[in-house]
């Protein structure tokens, strides 16, 4: 890790706007997690006002990425960083990239839990979902976790997570298909609740992704479409 | 002039005199003398060179004393030494003392470098409630650490830092942790953070109580009042009993509201306030307040005067509004004389809109108004119960009042009437809409209003 030190820089400016970009990033990944959260709490008690704050939230989430990535442009442009400097402004636009599609499938969950409002009895079918959600909100914290700290060893194992949340996501997704079969009545929230599934997994892939790029940006190497046991050693 | 110097004084005579009188029997005073002053002057080199060598090695133990003023420089240097030693022990006791302390605080305390968010220094509450670790995060951001949005925002105001925030522990979301920023010395800052769990849990417990209470109060209530209807209409009782019926009717009623009261009251502690809340035509409101409340009023005719603010809009959610605004009115009526004067004004002023209700009732002691707003607190027992309060009218208004930004003053004198006024920011208060709306109905419907209408 001590091949990377931001703080190492003449310019003191520099080293200011990097430590910039990367609270950004972070203040970022907050928000989102918050939002994740909030809408994971609507889908569980069927809340529309807090489903509601989420949607009209995600406009913040998508300035935040927007105002950032300029940031990383000017950086660019008039630093023209190298080495591990290069690879963090790189590393932290792929990451609000990832970043703003959390916020969308939190978007999405909340949209979902606003239609789900009206159908009696939702809220137990939601149970398991909720308990994925959880996981996948873990992920997230842990691989903002990891990018605060640029720790390997949590990224690694946060990536790792990924794979029982599409374990977990399959054999979901297969009982939700026997509750279709056991009762046509059910299809049309099986439907929603199968759509909000599918936004959780995707999340779980974003927080990994991310993770992909702090052992990018710590190690210079590129990890991704790689299996695991390839770097278990860090 | 003290002993050494005289002693010193004593030598150089006598060395001189020595010096002069070898110089004279050698037949050359001026090599005596210079031999002599030679002698002099090694001797005082060497007490230096002593005391550098004392110095260096640490002056641990006394220097031998050499009966000359050298042995006065080095008492002096070494009670010096042993008053800073002294002292640097106490200091370091001090410091050992102030550092336990901290650790045996329960709250978590760190400390940021000024003028940044960079953390300098953390006690072990803080590594237990904030998971901050050492030496990893020293000198992180604290906002790379705590990335929560409410607290970001409230870290980054810099101005209001008196009200602290509540957030979940970043470690363990069961943990509620109340957090205030404390700035010192200059451009320093100290965040403090409290486990608040088992208080939130309380407060959440009751809450919970209340609005169990209060709904499973209300079933049998209903039979009771539903049977109690049937027996009056049944007419087959004496007088007697009747009024007793009636009597009992009316205990219900009074029973009914205060779960009423109770419900809206739990429902308003636990719900999330509307995110963007749409503006309320308030004269529509004081419209239907001010005629139920002359139906309250019956015989006794209170006098309602209005100014009100036909174009003033509040954004917030109307039901609410209308129980917060309604209680003070009727309140109003309730202790006010036959016959006395009540004013509702509605207007903005300096950019926020006041909400005020006065009249010229009895009035309130001063020391009673910070507990006005307390569930069940009665002025005088007995009177409020007799005109159908339920205890819970002020408490609305503070709550409702809270969820709108808004705050509430009392000014009243004992015998001498009383003002309510609801202040709300100028964030809440909307652009005039169609001034006409309801204008022409409040002054047909009421012919005893005098409107005053911007």
């Known amino acids: 890790m001590d091949n990377l030190k931001i703080s190492q820089h003449i310019s003191k400016r520099y080293n200011a706007e990097l430590e910039d970009i990367r609270s950004r990033v972070l203040a970022m990944g907050g928000l989102v997690e918050e939002q994740l959260k909030e809408a994971m709490l609507a889908l569980e008690n069927l809340n529309e006002e807090l489903a509601r704050n989420v949607i009209d939230n995600d406009v913040k989430v ?22 591990s400097d290069l690879r963090l402004v790189v590393a932290v636009i792929k ?49 903002l976790d990891a990018f605060t700290h640029l720790d390997t060893e949590k990224a690694v194992k946060v990536w790792s997570e990924d794979r029982f949340v599409d374990r977990e996501y399959e054999s979901l997704i297969r009982e939700l298909m026997t509750y279709m079969m056991e009762d046509p009545h059910s299809i049309p929230v099986i439907v929603k609740a199968m759509s909000v599934t599918r936004a959780i997994e995707h999340i779980g892939d974003r927080a990994s992704n991310i993770c992909e790029y702090i052992i990018y940006l710590v190690n210079g190497r590129n990890v991704r479409h790689t299996r695991i046991d390839q770097h278990a050693e860090g | 002039m003290s002993k050494p110097w005289r002693n010193e004084l004593q030598r150089i005579v006598a060395l001189l005199l020595t010096g002069i009188l070898v110089g004279a029997i050698a037949g050359n005073i001026v090599i005596g003398l210079l031999m002599f002053i030679t002698a002099y002057l090694c001797w005082h080199l060497y007490n230096v060179y002593r005391l550098v060598g004392w ?55 760190v400390e940021l470098a000024p003028g940044s968010d960079e953390i300098e220094w953390w006690n072990d509450a803080a590594a237990r409630f904030l998971g901050f670790t050492y030496p990893r995060d020293s000198g992180q951001r604290i906002s790379n650490l705590l990335r929560s949005p409410a607290f970001l925002e409230y870290l980054h105001q810099q101005e209001n830092y008196e009200q602290g925030i509540e957030m979940p522990s970043p470690v363990d979301e069961e943990l509620t942790l109340r957090i205030r920023v404390i700035p010192y010395s200059g451009n320093r800052r100290l965040l403090v953070a409290r486990d608040m769990t088992r208080m939130q849990r309380l407060e959440r417990t009751r809450q919970d109580f209340v609005a169990n209470v209060s709904h499973e109060l209300r079933s049998p209530l209903t039979v009771i009042s539903g049977y109690l209807e049937t027996l009056l209409d049944a007419q087959g009782f004496g007088e007697e009993y009747a009024s007793q019926l009636r009597s009992m009717q009316k205990q219900t009623e009074r029973m009914n509201r205060i779960v009423d ?46 100014d009100v603010d036909s174009g003033l809009c509040l954004k917030g959610r109307e039901s609410e509004l209308y129980s917060a605004f309604s209680n003070l009115v009727f ?8 016959g006395g004067l009540i004013t509702i004004r509605w207007k903005a002023s300096d950019g926020e809109a006041v909400f005020s209700v006065e009249d010229s009732g009895v ?29 819970l009218g002020l408490a609305i208004v503070k ?3 809270l969820r709108h930004e808004g705050w509430l003053e009392i000014e009243s004198e004992l015998d001498n009437g009383s003002e309510f006024r609801c202040h709300f920011p100028p964030g809440r208060c909307s652009t005039r809409i169609n001034r006409s709306v309801g204008v022409g109905g409040l002054s047909q419907a009421d012919a005893g209003l005098t409107a005053e209408l911007k």
């Open chain 1, 62 to 83: 998508n300035a935040m990425e927007v105002s950032i990535d300029e940031e990383c442009a000017l950086i660019l442009a008039r630093r023209q960083p190298a080495a």
């Open chain 1, 95 to 143: 990451t609000i990239t990832d970043l703003e599609r959390i916020g969308d499938e939190a978007e999405r969950i909340a949209r979902m839990a606003t239609s789900l409002v009206y159908y009696d009895g939702a809220g137990r079918l939601f149970t398991q979902i909720v308990m994925l959600g959880k996981r996948v909100r873990t992920m997230v914290h842990g691989a």
């Open chain 2, 55 to 109: 110095l260096r090695e640490g002056k641990k133990f006394r220097l031998a004393e050499t009966g000359s003023i050298w042995d006065d420089v080095f008492e002096h240097i070494y009670r010096l030494q042993q008053r800073n030693r002294k002292r640097k022990r106490n200091l370091r006791r001090l410091l050992k003392r102030f550092h336990k302390m901290t650790v045996a605080l329960p709250d978590a305390i």
């Open chain 2, 261 to 306: 009261d109770l419900m809206l009251l739990s429902r308003l502690e636990t719900e999330i306030p509307q995110a963007d809340p749409e503006p309320v035509l308030v004269y529509g409101l004081i419209d239907s307040i001010v005629s139920q409340a002359r139906e309250l009023s019956g015989v006794e005719e209170h006098v309602i005067e209005l």
């Open chain 2, 331 to 338: 309140n109003a009526v309730r202790y006010t004389a036959a």
């Open chain 2, 363 to 391: 009035g309130i002691a001063s020391h009673q108004i910070p507990r006005l707003t307390e569930r069940f607190y009665r002025v005088d027992n007995g009177r409020s119960r007799s005109t159908g309060g339920t205890g």
């Open chain 2, 399 to 401: 709550h409702v009042l």
